[in-house]
């Protein structure tokens, strides 16, 4: 058997086909009426007033910090358990980022973990692998305390929480499209918003900070973080079958948890798969020995998985904050582990690679 990734990205015909047609259109390449009809199409998905492509999801959380005026001398809540470009992108700001703790029912913030003072200015809430704790007390949270709501998205399209779209209940939504998400466009990221004033902020932002479109007057001192005419395109033909993508995750999950169930050693976290796609097929195991274990041997049954992140301040760069004071991502995170998760891999190797956890829960435990 060839070897199976943990994830590839799934691209088809309708893509090369879509490119070639544009390559022959005569088309710029760079970002323009392909890449509005593209924002316009998410905009839909969404079922919000405004978004806006920007070249990754880092990218689109450090301008939706600073189109929302978050400053130096600004502290932004993030949580311990995220990829390390959520608390990036507010370093990149020169905000103090405040590390809270996470809830272990669905990996994100726990709120009651959440210290807050004078200078905290905004909250970052990462709805990580499509699951979420409850939004309404979310944004509830972030109201009363007068705390901008950005929502890190990245790994959410296609999830939703109460049948309205995670991305959607903050101030500000952030999206991304690298190879392994529910749409992909190489790189690329999204902002997403109902308010006026931060669409035209970051629209600004992301061309030169220009005085008006087209125009070489400049009011700041802006980016170049614009998207590319090729690159929606590609996201375009994706968008046409994001059903079929979501759905297509959400019965790879269902395979992997009916066909491991019985087994008591390994803990999915409780989904609810009317609403969430995950992203990344992910398992709980009793430790970290058991965690590394068992992606040794499947990786010797040409299997590939990943570990869970890192937590945050366990990651040299935010070592500064003490180890020991975020106990549940401080554990959480080195038992997990994602199994192979692309869109298009088939029942068969799904059910290979239990087969294979099996053997080995049999081989470790004795079957249990
Ligand atoms: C939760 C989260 N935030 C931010 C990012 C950064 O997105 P990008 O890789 O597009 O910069 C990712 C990427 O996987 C992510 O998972």
Not at 143 to 163: F, H, I, K, T
Request: glycine share 8%; aromatic share 12%; charged share 20%.
């Amino acid at each position: 058997m060839d070897f199976i990734q943990q994830v590839e990205p799934y691209i088809t015909d309708l893509e090369a086909k879509a490119l070639t047609s544009y390559l022959q259109s005569g088309g710029w390449l760079t970002e323009f009426k392909k890449t509005e009809e593209f924002e316009k199409s998410l905009a839909e998905f969404l079922g919000v007033r405004y978004a806006v492509t920007v070249t990754s999801g880092t990218v689109g959380l450090y301008l939706a910090l600073l189109a929302a005026g978050i400053r130096p001398g600004d502290k932004v809540i993030v949580p311990n358990y995220t990829m390390i470009a959520t608390i990036n992108a507010v370093k990149w700001t020169g905000a103090e980022p405040v590390i809270v703790d996470i809830d272990p029912v669905h990996l994100c913030t726990d709120l009651m973990t959440v210290k807050l003072d004078r200078s905290c200015k905004a909250f970052i809430y990462v709805s990580i692998n499509g699951r979420s704790g409850n939004m309404n007390e979310v944004v509830n949270f972030s109201r009363r305390n007068n705390l901008l709501l950005v929502e890190d998205a990245c790994q959410s399209l296609g999830s939703l929480w109460n049948n309205q779209c995670l991305g959607t209940f903050g101030d500000i939504g952030v999206f991304s499209f690298t190879p392994h998400k529910i749409i992909t466009t190489g790189q690329g990221g999204l902002i997403v918003s109902n308010d006026e004033g931060i669409y035209k902020r970051v629209k600004k932002l992301k061309d030169f900070d220009r005085v008006a479109p087209a125009s070489d007057w400049h009011e700041g001192i802006g980016y170049n973080f614009k998207f590319t005419d090729l690159q929606s395109v590609v996201g375009l033909e994706q968008l046409k079958i994001i059903s079929f993508r979501i759905n297509k995750k959400k019965e790879i999950f269902k395979r992997y948890q009916d066909l491991l169930k019985d087994i008591s050693s390994i803990k999915f976290l409780p989904t609810d798969l009317t609403q969430t796609t995950p992203w990344f097929i992910d398992i709980l195991l009793p430790s970290q020995v058991v965690c590394d274990q068992l992606m040794v041997f499947l990786k010797q049954h040409s299997i590939g998985s990943r570990p869970f992140y890192p937590p945050i301040n366990h990651q040299k760069p935010y070592s500064d904050y003490p180890k020991g004071s975020f106990p549940i991502s401080e554990s959480v995170a080195y038992c997990g582990l994602w199994l192979p998760s692309s869109i298009g891999l088939a029942d068969n190797k799904i059910d290979y690679i239990c087969q294979t956890i099996r053997k080995f829960v049999q081989e470790s435990y004795g079957g249990s």
